[in-house]
T-cell receptor, first 116, second 113 residues
Framework: AQSVTQLDSQVPVFEEAPVELRCNYSSSVSVYLFWYVQYPNQGLQLLLK??????LVKGINGFEAEFNKSQTSFHLRKPSVHISDTAEYFCAVSDPFQGGSEKLVFGKGTKLTVNP | DGGITQSPKYLFRKEGQNVTLSCEQNLNHDAMYWYRQDPGQGLRLIYYSQIVNDFQKGDIAEGYSVSREKKESFPLTVTSAQKNPTAFYLC????????????FGPGTRLTVT
């Protein structure tokens, strides 16, 4: 079965610094990839998604992610973070073995804390 | 105003009681999902349904039950058989077809004592 690894459970950074949140998945079979953000006690909001085509995907709030098929990675980046980016970020991948593209497998999340 | 409604936001129950969490959507999405979220564990799939009157078990279905009698509604019952029911529960919806993302409701925090 597909699995997703978010390599850092917590990432502290200073305001206006760049940040990268790392995500690796297990299967190199054709997949769809997503990054979601969750603010405390709220649901998840889609930041961006990769379906096909250009490996660099731009999303909301200035975030972008790069799909690397050979390394089975989909790392999220932002060149300059704000205090308001403090949240938990989840990487999700469609599962080609179970449920096809109708099911997602989520990583355990990375808590990004932006300090002044 | 389109969206996904989960009610209530906070729910408290005594151990041994069944409890039903509500999820309603007016997005006209085909598929609906229930996830459980625990600190540091990410989201784990409980049940999902792609059409009315049909649903499939997810990874952690034991102790839970669902129904899908209407396209708009997908209630989740947490039964007394669920050993550790205290968690944050999220409902999601999706249009049929692989390229569409899942949309999430605001969640219900269930506390069982």
């Amino acid at each position: 079965a597909q699995s997703v690894t978010q390599l850092d459970s917590q990432v502290p950074v200073f305001e206006e610094a760049p940040v990268e949140l790392r995500c690796n998945y297990s299967s190199s079979v054709s997949v769809y990839l997503f990054w979601y953000v969750q603010y405390p006690n709220q649901g998840l909001q889609l930041l961006l998604k990769y379906l096909s085509g250009s490996t660099l995907v731009k999303g909301i709030n200035g975030f972008e992610a790069e799909f690397n098929k050979s390394q089975t990675s989909f790392h999220l980046r932002k060149p300059s973070v704000h205090i308001s980016d403090t949240a938990e970020y989840f990487c999700a991948v469609s599962d080609p073995f179970q449920g096809g593209s109708e099911k997602l497998v989520f990583g355990k999340g990375t808590k990004l804390t932006v300090n002044p | 105003d389109g969206g996904i409604t989960q009610s209530p936001k906070y729910l408290f129950r005594k151990e041994g009681q069944n409890v039903t969490l509500s999820c309603e959507q007016n997005l006209n999405h085909d598929a609906m999902y229930w996830y459980r979220q625990d600190p540091g564990q990410g989201l784990r799939l409980i049940y999902y349904s792609q059409i009315v009157n049909d649903f499939q078990k997810g990874d952690i279905a034991e102790g839970y039950s669902v129904s899908r009698e209407k396209k708009e509604s997908f209630p989740l019952t947490v039964t007394s058989a669920q050993k550790n029911p205290t968690a944050f529960y999220l409902c999601a919806t999706k249009l049929a077809g692989g390229s569409y993302e899942q949309y999430f409701g605001p969640g219900t925090r269930l506390t069982v004592t």
